[in-house]
């Protein structure tokens, strides 16, 4: 089983009101995470990942540039591939309509998800969102993950267009991500869609029989430990964990929350002690595992991490 350890790496306003002066205190909270204990967004993230011997996937958010200046992105970009850590392409068409000269015709009003664009749409601005990155990284990217895991039939038809032949946007926790095939392929394993290969982040049952993504914000470090157990078991043949830039963070502010901060460690040690039953790797030149029709059974865990974790959130709550 491989396991891919993903970051979505964006950044964000409060809103999109006073857009310029938002940013100026928005943008170093979401890049570097400054405070008295550290820089706790993506420095301490790259640091962790460092010191474990760890890749990851970061898979970036570029449009938000296209309104602010490149030289923005390409700090982000420098950060990244500087520490031996693999870029990728994220997209946010939250942007869109905020960008001058219009990248779109009908860009009147906010869009969300790219699902809400028609697959011409898409695909101009899958393109788009490719050449500001790859210009900024200065190589090419080669796998997406679509913003909310927003994700249809046309992305797949868009990112083939774009030379992206792997996708990793399916989450079916998201009723906006693939709903058809999540009901046609369980989106338990790899899924060929267009010549694209999607590799879904992985939804294990917690000890309540609940639905979860392997998210390091949203799980106990023991749940993350027993679903990438119980996916072994399986034969999972992939486990796609999800975390974010500023997971590490309290929100709306630049403290780190340690509870994650511990989970994150935890985990990546972890990680690093069992690279040889369970190697991490990148997607850059994954094309190991070929789909097949096998549908494993959903990870799941036992009741006392999940507990742990409920636990856990009740003292963030208390002490936030
Ligand atoms: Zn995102």
Redesign the pocket.
Known sequence: MNVHLTF?I?VWCNGWINLDSEFASCYPRYVYGHSRHGDYALPKTLEILDRHGLRGVFFV?PLFSARFGASYLERIVRLIDDAGQEVQL?L?PEWTDEIRPAILANISRKRQHLTYYSLDEQTALIHYAKSLLESALGKPVSAFRS??YAINEDTFQALASNGIAIDSSINRCYAISAPKLVREHGATAPIAVNGVISYPVTVFHDGFGRERPAQVGACSFGEMRQALESARDERCSNFVIVSHNFEMLKAGRSDPDFVVVRRFEQLCRFLAENKDAIPVSGFDHHAKVQPSSAKPRSPRTGMLPTVWRIAEQLARRGFS
């Open positions: 979505d964006e958010e994220h946010h913003g909310s």
